[in-house]
């Protein structure tokens, strides 16, 4: 292994490589920056460029990408309230609050310094844990898989302490609406009416498009004096603090490494460990009541844990050849393409090229941060924009991404009801983070549900059965009703 | 207010689970039972929001001396709002019937000058530079699929 790595960053150190990784990152955190067009889009559109390049250069150039892209989508999450991707929506909860504050640059700052811990720690696990890692991953079946996006649903009870019964009606709503389209059992169509673009579903990105987008596009018409925020530049900056460095690192490398594992996980991702990971920052808080008040950690977490999720979601695919998520689906064929065959072989018969990627991503994560922190002061400019400018812009770019996803006008169509249905949300106080979450992990639970009672001919005791459906359940629990132990125990004390 | 509106959002959601477990009766069995279980979810949580929300606005009715909130708030939207909604179901709409390019000039102007921006020359450059320059980095560069209309 030690001979691959120093083959690998022998490779790796060239200026064509190097300068190939920063423009793979910007590229992605240019395209990750616009709602809807997400990781695995920006990889898949540049796969052709590479071509022409060698497998090694090709593949860093996709990794630059993928990495920016998880990166960028905290971008318009942090200071439009409209999250990139899916594993963003969380970092709109602290990060776009502590940006109307007035401190859009520390938001942007504390995003990629938190994004930096969770790539490096998956970066690292990629290097050096990709066996173990890869094994554990393959333990998870579906009952494991269903008991996970349980936990990931169980976190509304946590953000919904204030409206416990709404958030929880939104996110029985948003399970039901991921049920339209075909039944994963018998293959039965359900709520479709004929419409044939149905029968595939709601696609959960073009709805979370519209949810998050538009409403912020109509709050828009209430700007004053025509810009989303003033703030002060003097207190503003994106230099961390010793302490505010030191009040983040724990909670990034930890959600950094609960990121790396889950999204080792095939099917998981990075959207249900940065909602995982919050929950958790949130749980262990001496305050949680600060999260969603414009908090660092609220930042932190969830930013960590999606970027941890990145590189280790390709730990499947490259040491046992299973792309566990979209964009590890893209990287397959990228490799097959460049001739390079995922699986249990391709370090041994290609360590030059797997090497010089994963020495790549490590050195991404730098290029990252650097890129990240440059840019925060010129990003942040965004804040300053005249909403007559920058509401037409976030509205061309929700079509342009709920477009991308399926090539289909359906989809605008579904973007602008979803729209319509955000809108009306904000106005009622209806939680969309928990109707999103509904729609995202509604199916997970189902499909696996499904599947494993099919595998246990209808015995429900399987779905509980196995050492990790018992510690996913009891960390459920634990986390349901920590909140109201915690506070038996601080009545008590005040008695 | 927010009790009010409670009350309104329950009784749609009762009626809709109500309605939406009537007609999953009718599909098969294996299909119907994951919606079903969520519909009856749907109205339990319709039924105790909309008591918690009677009950809340009983009490509140003996300490509410009178109704002060101003017009626009008793309304789900201001007409400001509710011509943003409009502008962009026009967009839509213009983006089937022309495709992106022009439907995006038009809508992008129209709401620009709707959203109070009435700097005329920046906003011709502003618009007609963003068309560009999205046409040529997502469309031709970088090959992304758009809606084809009239011209290009």
Redesign the interface.
Known sequence: MFSGILAGAQNYFSVGNILISILGVVLGII?GAIPGLGPS?AVA??V?ITYAMSPATGMLLLMGVFCGAVYGGSITAILLNVPGTPANVATTWDGNTLAKKGYPKKALSTAIIASFFGGILSALALLFASEPIAKLSLKFGPAEMAAMAIWGLSIICSLESKSL??G??AA??G??IA?IGI?P??G?P??VFGVINLYSGINYVSAMIGIFC?PE??A???AVS?KLVQFSEKDDSIFLSSKELRHIAPTSLLEGFIGTVIGAIPGAGGTIASFISYNNAKSRSKHPEEFGTGTLRGIAAPESSNNGASASSLIPLLTLGIPGSATAAVFLGALTIHGLQPGPLLFSKNPDVVYCLLIGTLVIQVIMVIIGLAGATKISIVSKT????L???I??FS??GS??TN?N?FE??VM?VF??IG??MV????SRAAFILGIIL?PLV?KNV?RALMISDGEIGFLFSGPICIVLYSITLIMLLWPIIKNIISKRKKN | M?NK??CY?SVF?IVASTV?IL??RT??R???K??LF??W??LG??I??LL?SVIVLKKEKKSINTDNTSNSEKK???L??F???LI??V??VL??LFG?VPA?AV???G???????RKWVP?VI??TV??LV?YFI?FKY??????RGIWF
């Open positions: 395209v889009m559109v540049l052709p019964l709404k929880l009606l029985a709503v399970c039901w049920t039944s059992e018998q039965t359900r709520y538009f596009i109509v828009m018409i209430k025509g005249p909403v007559g400018i509401a037409p812009l509205l061309v079509v342009i477009y991308a090539n006008f605008i169509g602008l729209g319509l809108c009306i106005k009622l106080n209806f509604g189902e499904t | 927010e509106q409670n959002a959601f939406g007609y999953t599909m098969s294996s299909a119907a994951y919606p969520l519909l979810l749907i949580f319709s105790v929001l918690k789900l939207f201001t400001k709002e011509g943003v909604i962009a179901i967009y839509v983006l089937k992106f995006s809508a992008f102007a709401l620009a000058v709707y959203m109070g921006y906003l502003i618009t963003s068309i999205i997502f970088l090959n992304l699929s758009y809606i």
